[in-house]
């Protein structure tokens, strides 16, 4: 082996394509390493490997198609780059058509929520609320789904804790479009029908600073302006003015394998285990199986068609397990594109849910 080869991670690293990624292009047929080592299955590459990889991460971040970029790498170093610049004018094409179309429906879109706003009355809350909650219960809710709050400045509706209001019913849901954590507490005092407030991240935090006691805390709405009283500390301030996604149409179907996990012995399992990166290389994802006994494998590497394998990124995973707050947690999975979940084994109101990430390269 020639002392200039660089290795898989040296190859990740000058290319910026993952080394999962370098992997599935191996089997692929599509960037072949030079060497593989018989005994380690590592693989080496020839300092040629490298334009092609970069060729390679240009195109696929422009999106095109494997199979089209197979024939570009092919053609790419022969005298004849014809077949090559038609096959990216066929995709420019592709994408110009694609985003004029995406256009089109996107100013219809706007169009019809112009019109929903102008017909709807104004947007100031005009609600009062008066209930109590036990501390401990409000506490544990807002330590349940506050990891899943949104910091994305873009989508400002995001960026606080819904609390909704039915009956005796207190729904606490946090959302980043990635993970959504719900959790449940009882109220007393709310005779009314349903509300639904937002409250902004910074003020749900003073509220959760406040609940240390055992006895109930009183909660108001004022039209936009909410307030936790907790014994002589009180945490108040005004509500987003923003609409929160319904949920309730987010919240998975039960899950086809259901699995009993000791919440220590996963965590280990998933700190120590084999990871994947995305596509991007920025994240880390863990490769989940829940076997036919009902344990959980995570495992070494997954199969895009293979429908018992779900990759999640595992920094979510962990801050779900860790939110949830118990020793033994049930994971619920349906499907490689659809939604884990992750519940208490003692209540079905509260959980958490993590979507999948698609395992391609």
């Avoid at 609940?211 to 004022?222: A, C, I, K, N, W």
């Avoid at 994240?283 to 068609?305: I, M, N, Q, Y």
């Amino acid at each position: 082996m020639e002392n200039d080869m660089r290795s898989i991670g040296e190859m990740a690293r000058d290319s910026g394509l993952g080394v999962s990624a370098l992997r599935f292009y191996d089997r692929a047929g599509v960037l072949v390493p030079a060497w593989v080592d018989p005994v380690s299955g590592y693989r080496w590459y020839e300092p040629a490997h490298l334009e092609e990889a970069r060729l390679l991460a240009r195109l696929r971040r422009a999106g095109m198609p494997l199979a089209d970029i197979r024939l570009v790498l092919a053609s790419w170093s022969g005298a004849d780059t014809d077949l090559v610049r038609k096959l990216l004018t066929a995709h420019l094409c592709r994408l110009e058509q694609g985003l004029s179309a995406a256009r089109g429906e996107f100013s219809a879109l706007r169009a019809l929520l112009d019109h929903r706003e102008n017909a709807m009355t104004s947007s100031l809350r005009t609600a009062t609320v008066r209930l109590s909650v036990a501390a401990p219960e409000l506490a544990a809710a807002l330590d349940t789904v506050r990891f899943a709050a949104s910091t994305d400045p873009e989508l400002p509706m995001l960026g606080g804790v819904l609390f909704d209001i039915e009956g005796e019913n207190l729904h606490v849901v946090a959302t980043d479009r990635y993970r959504m954590a719900v959790a449940l507490a009882g109220v007393s005092g709310h005779e009314g029908g349903r509300v639904q407030v937002i409250v902004p991240t910074p003020l749900a935090d003073a509220m959760r600073a406040l609940l240390h006691g055992e006895g109930p805390v009183r909660f108001s709405l004022d039209g936009d302006r909410v307030t936790l009283e907790a014994g002589d500390g009180q945490a108040a301030g005004r509500c987003l003015d923003h609409d929160f996604p319904d949920y309730r149409r987010l919240l998975p179907r039960a899950g086809d394998r259901r699995a009993l996990v000791e919440f220590a012995d996963f965590r280990e399992a998933l700190e120590r285990g084999p990871v994947r990166s995305d596509e991007t290389g920025t994240h880390d994802l863990s490769v989940l199986r829940v076997e036919d006994d009902g344990t959980v494998t995570v495992c070494a590497d997954g199969d895009a068609g293979d429908p018992g394998r779900v990759a999640v990124n595992r920094a979510f995973l962990l801050d779900a397990l860790a939110a949830a707050g118990r020793d033994r947690l049930v994971l619920e999975l349906t499907a490689p594109t659809a939604p884990i979940a992750i519940r208490r084994p003692d209540d079905e109101g509260g959980f958490s849910i993590l979507m999948p990430v698609r395992l391609q390269d």
